[in-house]
């Protein structure tokens, strides 16, 4: 397959990026020690946020509330109440089942976009048969839909594999969560009432240098179930916008009491004409150490190691880039020229 590979490294200050299910920062063993984490899934939708709000090719909604929004287009190509309604209910069982206890929403979440759900509205309008209507419907408007994919377990024609690959980004060096203790006064009592707080607690939180790493299938995204029905151009400038939120989006946790808003200090760029994804990440199997001069310094010295005992090792051809050297502009415009 033809690739677009992005090895991220970037360091984040005291932090909870990434939840686990108490409230604690997420963590894994890598190498025999423990490592920060940022779930993939997590990157991603942080990635996906920031690109919509950049461009109105990345339009797709994810949600378990698909009725009303059927019943609206529904009626918007002339069905009545009654008859949009029923339609809606048909077209919502055909991606999903109805909630029990909440018939305006399905049991899971759907991934669709506004010109698909009018597309598919027409088409039922007009007579034309719900799973016909629901397989021909384009969503050239969800350029998220091409590069993150989605599953519709009711009906498996109607899945897409996703362009994008996401790992899990691990830390470059030994990590632990640590403990925040604090305090909040209560502006109402005098020192002479309670000089104690109004209420204490404690929070984790962990501060790091991590690898992360995303790849783009340009073969996948090229075909006519993906992005292959828009122009080079309208192609190239989606990838720009995609690869720009890989880089710079944060995940939102604790934002406003653990800002920790950062850019990536390195990002290599990496071209494959063929063959398959490979993650630099091996590198920091052995954690790195600040040595008196930083882990970023250390990390960005381990990166370029391996990769080039990769190349060097298995003969791998592949087009490179650094964005410290060329900057952002010329980085985004060298990888999307690339794209036909």
């Known amino acids: 397959m033809k690739l677009i590979e992005l090895h991220i490294l970037q360091s984040f200050p005291v932090s909870c990026l990434n939840r686990d299910d108490v409230g604690s920062p997420k963590s894994a063993v890598f190498g025999g020690v423990q490592r920060a984490r940022l ?3 997590c990157l991603k939708r942080a990635a996906r946020l920031a690109s919509s709000e950049d461009s109105p090719s990345f339009s797709g909604i994810r949600s378990r509330l698909l009725r009303d929004s059927f019943i609206e287009a529904l009626q918007a190509e002339g069905m009545d109440s009654a008859k949009s309604a029923e339609s809606a209910k048909a077209i919502c069982e055909l991606f999903s ?3 029990s206890k909440n018939e305006a ?3 899971t979440a759907v ?15 007009g007579g034309e048969d719900l799973k016909k209507a629901a397989k021909n419907a384009q969503r050239l408007d969800a350029a998220d839909i091409a590069l993150f994919g989605r599953m519709i377990a009711n009906d498996a024609t109607l899945n897409v594999e996703g362009a994008a690959m996401f790992s899990h980004a691990l830390s470059t060096h030994k990590a632990s969560n640590e403990i925040d203790f604090f305090t909040a006064v209560d502006d109402r009592k005098t020192d002479a009432e309670d000089a104690g707080a109004g209420m204490m607690g404690t929070l984790e939180f962990t501060s790091a240098t991590y690898y992360r790493y995303a790849a783009i299938n340009l073969d996948l995204l090229t075909t006519d179930t993906h992005l292959g029905k828009l122009t080079s151009e309208e192609r190239r400038a989606i990838l720009a916008t995609f690869i720009q939120a890989v880089l710079t989006a944060v995940p939102g946790a604790r934002k406003n009491s653990m800002n920790a808003a950062t850019l990536p ?11 398959q994804p490979i ?3 091996n590198a920091f199997e052995t954690p790195v150490r600040a040595s008196g001069g930083g882990l970023n310094a250390a990390s960005l010295e ?25 900057g952002i502009n010329s980085f985004l415009e060298n990888l999307t020229s690339h794209v036909q």
């Open 97 to 99: 089942k109805i909630d």
């Open 279 to 281: 993650q630099l990440v």
């Open 105 to 107: 929403q399905v049991t």
């Open 111 to 125: 991934y669709l976009s506004p010109s698909e759900i009018r597309d598919i509205a027409k088409a039922i309008a």
């Open 39 to 41: 779930s993939s899934q």
């Open 302 to 326: 381990a990166m370029k190691a391996e990769l080039e005992k990769l190349t060097t090792t298995w003969a791998i051809q592949q087009n490179e880039i650094w964005l410290s050297e060329v």
């Open 265 to 275: 200090f390195e990002v290599l760029g990496i071209v494959k004409e063929k063959g």
